[in-house]
């Protein structure tokens, strides 16, 4: 994980609290043999559901941002 990264478990705990763990229900994810790969997590709330997608980096780390597509950056 890259200096300043953050685990999935820590980031989602940063969104969504201490108990995200229990709360949280993984609905979607990629994570295939690429260092890129992503999370949609979603909570049930009073006020409905809340949806997040955490994209891993290509240093490890995951954020709420996707990664920058270095192709893309170049152009």
Do not use: N
């Amino acid at each position: 994980m890259g200096i300043g990264g953050m685990s999935l478990r820590g980031l989602m705990q940063k969104w969504l609290g201490p108990d995200a763990a229990e709360m949280a229900r993984i609905t979607r994810m990629r994570d295939d043999a690429s260092p890129r790969g992503y999370v949609q997590v979603e909570v049930e709330r009073p006020s409905g559901a809340l949806c997040l997608m955490f994209f891993r980096h290509a240093d490890g780390s995951w954020c709420v941002f996707p990664p920058c597509d270095r192709a893309a950056r170049q152009a």
